[in-house]
C-alpha cells in the first residue's frame, strides 16, 4: 500500500517492478516510507478491535496504552536501533545550524548519506516485522504471556483472574542507582488525616514529609487583616442566598436558584449598543413592570452581561433612593439621607465600575464632596426656598472651595434670609473661626449687624421678611454669644458694656420711646451714653429713665462728694516682682495681672478733674458705636430675667439659669468641670456649680497656673454689689428672693475655693465677709422668713467649720417656720440639707436609727412645732412618719400639673419629698430600701421626662432647674456613692445607676464626676471604655469625649505613679499599654465632632497633653491647627507663650495681627525691664 496515494503507481520498497528501470526507482524512492508495514497496520487494527469488543468500560487511553506496551519488545536488536537513533538526535541537535547552510547548497550534496540511512531502516523495518508475526501467533495464550512483556498495571492485562501475578525475572539497573523506585511506577494517592491505619498509637509513629511547596506556605508569615487581599476580601459583599418557598414549607435547606440568561435577541433593537438597563428595556419595548421583587435579580442580570460588576444590595439601595427623590422631591428628609448614603457608597466597591476598575479604584474624598454637591444642587432646583439644604451645600463647599468664596456664598444666603436667627448663628461661627479672614473688630461689627437685622425684622422695620418664630430668643442667644467671644478675644470692658447698656435699654427704658422701632429707641439712647452718667455697676447709677425725666426738667445738679476709698493705685512698677525671671514669665505676670485689675472700662473720674486723654490705655475705653448696633428690645419677662443671669454668671456669680445650649461649647474655655474636690469628699451635699467650664470674667489663667486668685480685687468686688444694689430696686416678691440667693451663693463658692486650695488665712478672711453679708440679707423684712436663705446661711456656717453654730441656724429657721410639713417645697428642702449634713457625720450605720437626721426627717412629717433633738426618736413615731412619706409620695406621683409654672414647683417638691423620704429609710431600714423607693419614683417620672429634657432651653428661654428626674437620679448616685464610702457594698449598683442616667443625660457633669469617680477604682477600664464610646456615638454633647480623656489621663498617671514607685516588680501586673495613643486618638476624635471643632476647652487639653508627654514639634503644630479653628482665644496664645518661650514675639504680632487685646506690648515691657 503506497504512503500517497496520488502515487501509487510507485514501486514497494523491497518489489521489482517488470516494466520499470532503475533509475526511475531511485527518482521516485523519496516517496516511499521504508518503516511502514501493511501487515503491521492490519495487526494493530484488529487488537484494537477486540480489546473495545472485550472491555466496553475501560476508556480508549487504557486501551491504547495497553496495545502499545503488547507491543513493545525486548529484542536486542530494537535495543541496537534505540541506542543508534539517540546518536542520531544528539548528532542533530548539535550541528543543527550547519544544517540550514548545507540545505541551501543543493541536493547532490546529501545524495550519499540517504543510501546508508536506506539500509539501516531497512533491518530495522524487517526485524519489526518478524517480532510483530510471533506477537500475532500468541495473542490467545495471555498468561503465560506475561514474562516477556513489561507490564507494571493490573489494568493493562485485557483478561486477568483473581490469580493473575507477574514474575520480574529481569533486574532494573536503576534502583542500584537511585533512592527510591521511578515516580511513573508508583500509584499515587491523597492521604486523609495524619494517622496511619494498623500501627500502635502509644509506641510508634510515622512521620509524614510535607512536599516543598508546602514547607514553604508554613515558612510565610500569615496576611494581616489590613493587606491588600484581606482588605479586597472584606470590601467585597457575599452573595445574598434567599428563599423563594412560602414560610410555612420547612426545608432543610435554603435552595439557590441559577439564574437563567435571557436570550439577547428581542432587545437588541431597543437597546442596540447595551446602555439601558432592563426597567428602561422593558419600558421601551412596551412590556409591563415584572414586580419589585425580581428587580434586583433583574438589574444584576443585565450589568453582568455588560460586563460590570455590580453590588445588588447597594444597587437597590440607590433605585430606591432615586424613586424616592423622582416622585416626592419636596421630602428633605430623603435628600438628606440620600446625601449621607454616599459616605456609605463609598466604603465599599464601586457598583458602577468594571471588573478590573473596581480592583483599582480610589476613594477619593473630592469625588464623594463632588456627588453630594451634585445632588443637593438637584435637591435646591427642586426646593429653592429651604434653608436646610443650602447649609448643607455650604457645609459640602467648604472642603475644596477657598474662604473668599465661601464667604461670598454665605453673603448671597443671608441676603436671601436676613430673617432666619439660626442661619445668622451658623453664619458668625462660620466667620468667627476662618483663620485666614478673622479680625476682632470685624467679627464684631458681624454681630452688631447681625442684631440690627433681627431687630428690624422683629419690630416690623423690615417689612420684605416676617420674623420667625423664637427670634427674640434666639438674639439675646446671640448678645451673649457676642459677649462671651469679645472676652474670650481679651476685650473684656466691650463685654461688660454691652451687659451695662443692654440693661439700661431694657429695664430703665423711658415711656416716653417705648413705642418707637428698636433704631429710635437706640437714637435716643446715644446721649445719655455719652453723656458721663454713672451706669449700672457704678456708683450712683440711677438709669436711663431717671436721666431723660431729669434732663427734660433741666438737667442733674452736680454735687461733689468726698472721695471716701482714695486709695493710691497700684504702681506699674511694683507688677514686676522679679525681674531675673525670664521675659515671657514676665510678661505672662503682667498680662495677668491687668487682666484681674482692668476688666472695668475707664470712665474719666470728674471729681478729680479726668478727662479722656488721661487714660493710658485707649483700649479700655469703650465707644457707643462698638455696642449700638447691638442693641435689642426683650419684651418677654423670662428673657428680661436671663439676661439678667447671664449678666451674673458672666461675672462669676453661681446661677440657677443655664447658658443657651448653642453658645454653650465656643465659650467653655477652663479647665476647671472635673475639679471637685467636696464632690468626693462629702458627695451627698456637694454643691454643683451650674457653669463649670467658663472664664469668669477678669480671669485668664494658663493651663499650668490654673487659678491665681479666688473671686475678684476691690473694684470687682464693689461692681458687683452695685450691681445688685440696683437690681434690688427693679424686683420684688420672688424675683428679689432669688438674686438675694444668687448673691448668697456667691460667697458660698468662694468659701468652697478656699476649701479646695486649702488656704486656711483666706478661709477666714472670706467666712467673715460671706457670714457679714448673709447677715446683712437675712435683716431685711422680705428675707426674714426666707428658709431658702436661712439655709443657704446654715450651709455656710457648716462648711466654715462651725457645725454647732450651723445647727443653731437650722433649728431656728425649722421652729420659726410655718407648719407646712411635707406640703412646703422650702421646708422640706431644708430639712433634707440638714438631714444629709448630719448623715455625713456618721461613721457607720450602726446607731443610725437614735441619730439627729433621723429625728429631723420624723419631726418633718408631723404637723407640731419644731422641737430641737433631744435624743432617740420613739419607734412608734418612726412607723407614723414612713406611712406619712409613702402616701405623701404617691399622692405627688399621681398629680397632673396644670401649668408649667406649677409643674417647676411641682416637680421641686417632689424630688425634696423623694429625698427625705430615701435618707429616712436609709437611716431607719437600710440602702436597699432606700433604692427601691428612687427606683419607683424614676420608673413614674420616666414618661414625660425625655420631652421636657429635649425641650428645655430649645423652645423656652430661661431654664429653670433641672428636670425632676434628673435631680431625683443625682440623689440616689450620690447616697449610693456615700454608702460605699462609709459601709463595705458592691459597685455594680452604683455603676448601673449611673450609666442608666448617663445615657439619658449625657450632658450633666455631676453624673460624669461621679461616674469617672467610681471607674477609677476599677482594675480593667475596657467596661467604661465600652460605655464612653457608646455614649459618644449616641450624642452630639462634648462632655462624653472630655470625661472619657480625663478618665484615661487619670489612668495613665495612675500607671507611672506606680511604676516610678521602689516596690520591686508590681508595675508588670497593670494591664495597661499605649495609653498615650490612646489618648490622642481620643482627642483626635472629639476635635473631628461638630461641637469639638471650636471648643476652645478640648484644644488646650490637647495641647497641654503633647506638651506633657515631650511632643514639643507636635505640640507646635496642633496650636496653629487650634487657632486655625478658635483664633478668637487668646487664652491659647497665652498656653502656647508658656509651653514655647522662644516664639515670645512671634505669638504676640500674631495676636496684635487679628486685634486680640495685649495689655502688655513688648515696647513697654522693655521700658519696665530697663527701669
Not at 436 to 442: G, L, M, N, Q, Y
Not at 1110 to 1137: H, R
Amino acid at each position: 500500500m503506497a504512503l500517497f496515494p496520488a502515487f501509487a503507481g510507485a514501486a514497494e520498497p523491497g518489489e521489482t517492478s517488470a516494466g520499470s528501470s532503475e533509475g526511475s526507482r531511485k527518482d521516485l524512492d523519496w516517496l516511499s516510507n521504508p518503516s511502514f508495514s501493511t501487515e503491521d497496520a492490519l495487526l494493530v487494527h484488529q487488537r484494537t478491535t477486540e480489546i473495545a469488543n472485550s472491555t466496553p468500560g475501560k476508556s480508549p487511553l487504557i486501551s491504547r496504552t495497553s496495545s502499545r506496551s503488547e507491543l513493545s519488545g525486548e529484542s536486542d536488536s530494537d535495543e541496537n536501533l534505540k541506542k543508534s537513533s539517540k546518536k542520531r538526535k544528539k548528532k542533530k541537535k548539535k550541528h543543527h545550524h550547519y544544517k540550514t547552510k548545507k540545505k541551501a547548497k543543493g541536493d547532490s550534496s546529501s545524495s550519499e548519506p540517504d543510501l546508508d540511512t536506506k539500509h539501516v531502516k531497512d533491518k530495522a523495518t524487517a526485524s519489526g516485522r518478524n517480532r510483530e508475526k510471533e506477537a500475532a501467533a500468541n495473542l490467545g495464550d495471555k498468561t503465560s504471556n506475561l514474562t516477556n512483556n513489561r507490564f507494571v498495571w493490573l489494568d493493562d492485562i485485557q483478561a486477568f483472574t483473581a490469580e493473575t501475578f507477574r514474575i520480574d525475572k529481569k533486574s532494573d539497573p536503576a534502583n542500584w542507582a537511585y533512592k527510591s523506585l521511578y515516580r511513573g511506577d508508583i500509584a499515587r494517592y491523597k492521604r486523609k488525616g495524619e494517622s496511619c491505619l494498623g500501627i500502635d498509637a502509644k509506641k510508634q509513629c510515622i512521620t509524614w514529609d510535607s512536599p516543598a511547596s508546602q514547607k514553604k506556605q508554613s515558612q510565610r508569615r500569615p496576611e494581616r487583616y489590613f493587606s491588600k487581599n484581606n482588605v479586597k476580601t472584606l470590601n467585597t459583599d457575599g452573595i445574598p442566598v434567599c428563599s423563594k418557598s412560602s414560610p410555612s414549607d420547612s426545608a432543610a435547606f435554603i435552595p439557590v436558584f441559577q439564574v437563567e440568561s435571557s436570550d439577547p435577541s428581542d432587545t437588541t433593537e431597543v437597546n442596540p449598543l447595551g446602555i439601558y438597563d432592563p426597567s428602561t428595556t422593558v419600558w421601551l419595548q412596551g412590556k409591563g413592570y415584572k414586580g419589585s421583587e425580581h428587580e434586583p435579580e433583574n438589574t444584576q442580570q443585565a450589568f453582568q452581561e455588560s460586563g460590570i460588576n455590580v453590588n445588588p444590595i447597594l444597587m437597590t439601595k440607590v433605585e430606591e433612593y432615586n424613586k424616592k427623590v423622582r416622585e416626592n422631591p419636596r421630602d428633605i428628609n430623603a435628600w438628606m439621607e440620600f446625601v449621607s448614603f454616599q459616605d456609605e457608597l463609598m466604603r465599599g466597591p464601586s457598583p458602577y465600575a468594571s471588573m478590573g476598575e473596581q480592583e483599582v479604584r480610589r476613594k477619593s474624598l473630592k469625588l464623594i464632596l463632588e456627588k453630594k454637591l451634585a445632588i443637593l444642587e438637584r435637591a435646591i432646583e427642586s426646593n429653592p426656598s429651604n434653608v436646610d439644604l443650602k447649609l448643607a451645600r455650604l457645609k459640602v463647599c467648604t472642603e475644596f472651595w477657598e474662604p473668599p468664596a465661601l464667604i461670598k456664598e454665605w453673603q448671597k444666603l443671608i441676603f436671601i434670609h436676613p430673617n432666619n436667627p439660626e442661619l445668622w448663628k451658623k453664619y458668625l461661627l462660620f466667620c468667627q473661626s476662618q483663620f485666614s479672614t478673622f479680625s476682632v473688630s470685624k467679627i464684631n461689627g458681624l454681630y452688631g449687624k447681625c442684631l440690627t437685622t433681627l431687630a428690624a425684622v422683629q419690630d416690623g422695620s423690615m417689612v420684605s421678611h416676617p420674623p420667625l418664630p423664637g427670634t427674640e430668643e434666639a438674639m439675646l442667644a446671640i448678645f451673649i454669644q457676642q459677649c462671651h467671644f469679645l472676652r474670650q478675644a481679651g476685650h473684656s470692658e466691650k463685654a461688660v458694656s454691652l451687659f451695662q447698656a443692654l440693661i439700661d435699654f431694657t429695664f430703665f427704658k423711658p415711656d416716653s420711646v417705648k413705642d418707637l422701632p428698636t433704631k429710635g429707641q437706640v437714637e435716643f439712647f446715644e446721649p445719655f451714653w455719652d453723656s458721663g452718667e454713672p451706669r449700672i455697676g457704678e456708683k450712683g447709677a440711677r438709669g436711663w429713665r431717671a436721666w431723660m425725666h431729669q434732663q427734660e426738667k433741666g438737667g442733674w445738679i452736680a454735687v461733689d462728694k468726698p472721695d471716701d476709698d482714695d486709695e493710691e493705685e497700684i504702681d506699674e512698677d511694683e507688677e514686676i516682682k522679679d525681674k531675673t525671671l525670664p521675659k515671657w514669665h514676665i510678661w505672662l505676670d503682667i498680662e495677668y495681672s491687668r487682666e484681674a485689675r482692668h476688666w472695668l472700662p475707664w470712665r474719666p473720674d470728674k471729681t478729680k478733674k479726668q478727662t479722656e486723654e488721661d487714660c493710658e490705655d485707649p483700649e479700655r475705653q469703650v465707644l457707643f458705636d462698638d455696642l449700638g448696633p447691638s442693641m435689642i428690645q426683650l419684651s418677654n419677662p423670662d428673657l428680661q430675667h436671663q439676661l439678667l443671669y447671664s449678666f451674673l454668671q458672666f461675672l462669676g456669680v453661681p446661677c440657677i439659669s443655664k447658658l443657651f445650649p448653642p453658645n454653650l461649647y465656643i465659650a467653655m474655655d477652663e479647665n476647671n468641670i472635673f475639679d471637685n474636690v467636696l464632690s468626693d469628699e462629702k458627695p451627698l451635699t456637694s454643691i454643683d456649680v451650674p457653669l463649670s467650664g467658663f472664664n469668669t470674667i477678669g480671669h485668664m489663667d494658663t493651663m499650668l497656673r490654673g487659678r491665681q486668685h479666688i473671686g475678684h480685687y476691690k473694684d470687682g468686688e464693689e461692681f458687683i454689689q452695685n450691681v445688685f444694689h440696683a437690681l434690688y430696686l427693679l424686683f420684688s416678691g420672688k424675683e428679689k428672693s432669688n438674686l438675694s440667693i444668687c448673691w448668697l451663693q456667691y460667697e458660698i463658692s468662694k468659701v468652697v475655693q478656699c476649701l479646695q486650695t486649702k488656704n486656711k488665712k483666706k478661709l477666714k478672711a472670706q467666712g467673715r465677709k460671706s457670714k457679714k453679708l448673709a447677715k446683712n440679707l437675712l435683716k431685711a423684712p422680705d428675707n426674714r422668713n426666707d428658709l431658702s436663705l436661712w439655709k443657704l446661711y446654715a450651709y455656710l456656717e457648716w462648711l466654715l467649720g462651725n457645725i454647732d453654730d450651723a445647727r443653731k441656724v437650722f433649728d431656728t429657721a425649722l421652729s420659726t417656720a410655718e407648719t407646712g410639713g411635707l406640703k412646703s417645697p422650702k421646708l422640706c428642702s431644708l430639712s433634707l440639707l440638714y438631714a444629709q449634713l448630719e448623715v455625713e457625720l456618721l461613721e457607720s450605720l450602726e446607731g443610725a436609727v437614735t441619730s439627729r437626721a433621723v429625728h429631723i426627717l420624723t419631726k418633718l412629717t408631723e404637723s407640731g412645732p419644731y422641737v430641737p433633738y433631744k435624743g432617740q426618736v420613739l419607734s412608734v413615731n418612726v412607723l407614723k412618719a414612713r406611712k406619712t412619706y409613702e402616701h405623701a409620695v404617691q399622692d405627688y406621683l399621681s398629680k397632673t400639673p396644670v401649668s408649667d409654672r406649677d409643674q417647676v414647683g411641682e416637680s421641686n417638691q417632689l424630688v425634696n419629698l423623694v429625698g427625705c423620704y430615701a435618707v429616712f429609710q436609709y437611716l431607719t431600714v437600710g440602702i436597699d430600701a432606700a433604692v427601691l423607693i428612687y427606683t419607683q419614683a424614676s420608673e413614674k417620672l420616666q414618661v414625660p421626662a425625655p420631652e421636657k429634657c429635649e425641650n428645655t432651653g430649645a423652645n423656652s428661654g430661661i431654664q429653670n432647674l433641672p428636670s425632676a428626674l434628673e435631680a431625683v437620679t443625682l440623689l440616689h448616685t450620690n447616697l449610693l456613692r456615700f454608702h460605699v464610702k462609709i459601709s463595705v457594698y458592691p459597685l455594680n449598683p452604683l455603676r448601673e445607676a449611673l450609666t442608666e442616667a448617663l445615657r439619658r443625660y449625657p450632658s450633666n457633669q455631676s453624673l460624669w464626676r461621679s461616674y469617672v469617680h467610681v471607674q477609677r477604682k476599677s482594675h480593667s477600664a475596657s467596661k467604661a471604655r465600652r460605655f464612653f464610646d457608646g455614649v459618644t456615638r449616641s450624642t452630639s454633647s462634648l462632655e462624653p469625649w472630655l470625661f472619657a480623656i480625663q478618665a484615661e489621663q487619670m489612668r495613665k498617671k495612675l500607671t507611672e505613679h506606680v511604676q516610678r514607685a521602689d516596690v520591686g516588680e508590681i508595675y508588670s501586673t497593670i494591664p495597661e499599654t499605649g495609653l498615650t495613643n490612646r489618648i490622642i486618638a481620643l482627642f483626635e476624635h472629639a476635635i473631628q465632632s461638630e461641637n469639638g471643632t471650636h471648643c476652645p476647652l478640648l484644644w488646650r487639653m490637647y495641647l497641654n497633653f503633647l506638651v506633657s508627654v515631650g511632643k514639643k514639634e507636635k505640640s507646635k503644630g496642633l496650636f496653629y491647627k487650634a487657632i486655625q479653628n478658635c483664633p478668637w482665644t487668646k487664652v491659647l496664645y497665652m498656653d502656647a507663650i508658656e509651653y514655647f518661650p522662644d516664639q515670645l514675639q512671634e505669638t504676640l504680632d500674631l495676636m496684635t495681627e487679628k486685634e486680640l487685646r495685649v495689655r502688655v506690648p513688648m515696647e513697654e515691657l522693655d521700658l519696665l525691664l530697663e527701669v
